[in-house]
């Protein structure tokens, strides 16, 4: 059964600079002076071979945007795009050390996003929130001082806070102290794990942390304890199977997790992650994980409803979206 293109969905995860398309970063590093060479494939897509290419991708691509007027731009070009899919209700990471890269103050930064997503919501209904991450792999220093700034601009549109990056370095008690400060501010939890290392970075962040919810986490399958455990705390998993083919954690899309991990008892919500560095987008998943696995429309829609319930608004805009 072909799913409805304007079946509604609910994204949790998509990182901003990750959604950038490659055009607008071609473009802005031509206005401003900036060397991307070896950046993009001959077809125009992102040049990356595995997970540390990726994360280098991705902070080369960051670095083309530099005024609030940049990344309003990105806001409001991505959540036009995802409006056109059938997305209510959008998620998106942003990165505090990405900006102060960039060599932008991070209220530039931020009112930028919002602004965007302002625009977007005004012309598109669609209504963006905002979770500032921490990168694990620039370190705990550096997270700490992203947490300070993070916490020092509590726009209305953010709504939670987070860690990305490369789960293979550092531990994930080096970060406890800049989680807890975000925990005390009163902001909701998430943490990326169980995409490249196994089930055992799930154990170590819910170990941790006091998440609600998982950047990906899928390869929490590889260890049923852990799966009873997640179902049983209801935490919920931030699920990007076309990322996760493309990083070669899985080889098809059918042997994905997804399934089995929902079959299980475990909240599964579906989310593009970087949809141009994956050739991806969140219509494009929810199809591909309709088509791979044969689900009806009511059971796409559960994805929707899950992600509903688990996203970081307040009570007010989770009640306009029911
Ligand atoms: N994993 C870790 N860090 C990231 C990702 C991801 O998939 N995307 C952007 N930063
Ligand atoms: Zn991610």
Redesign the pocket.
Known sequence: MPLPSDLPKIELHC?IE?AAPPALVRRLAGRHGIDVSGLFTKDGGYAWTDFSSF?AA?DRAAQVFRSAEDFADLAETYLFASAAEGVIYTEVFISPDHARRSGIPYADYLGGLAEGMARAEAGHGIIGRIIPLIERHFGPEAAHEAVRTALAHLHPRVVGFGM???ERMFAVADFARAFALAHEAGLPLTC?AG?VCGAASVAEVIDALPVRRIG?GVRAIEDAALVRRLAEEGIVLEV?PG?NVALGVYPRLADHPLIRLRDAGVKVTLSS??PPFFGTSIGREYAAIAETFALPPGEMLAFTQTALDAAFCDTATRARLQ
């Open positions: 990182h990750g994360l991705y990305a990056g490369d990326h995409e990906h990007c990322s992650d970087d």
